[in-house]
């Protein structure tokens, strides 16, 4: 699988958000409603709190501290259900394979000047 990278065994995300350190970046992986993996960014966007200390509810990642919630494709829907199309966690196109999660991580985007 060229471009991919061994996160961790499934089993670790199917017991909850589990956070796996790749290259210096912190990721957290988790399982969703159809047991499919699902790898962001290891941060919330409000307050930048680790996200694997939260939990899945409902199809969602869930940050712990002010609840806020994120859908399958990372994008918040909550804690009141209404969505902001301008607030998103980075996730990362993942897969399972042979028990365990592969994750792509994507180049940084190019700048300019
Ligand atoms: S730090 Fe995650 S909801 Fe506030």
Redesign the pocket.
């Known amino acids: 699988m060229d471009g991919w990278v061994l996160l961790c065994e499934t089993d670790a995300a199917r017991a909850g958000p589990h956070r796996v350190v790749v290259d210096g970046e912190g990721l957290v992986a988790w399982l969703a409603a159809d047991g499919s993996p699902r790898v962001f960014a290891d941060r ?1 966007p ?4 680790r996200l694997s200390a939260g939990y899945v509810e409902d199809g969602h990642l869930v ?1 712990p ?4 919630a994120f859908d399958e494709s990372g994008h918040y829907v909550g804690p009141d259900g209404v969505p902001d199309p301008q607030c998103a966690v980075p996730c990362f196109p993942a897969r399972t394979q042979d028990g365990a999660i592969w994750v792509r991580i994507a180049p940084a985007p190019a700048t300019s000047g």
């Open positions: 919330c409000h307050r930048d709190a940050c501290f002010h609840l806020w």
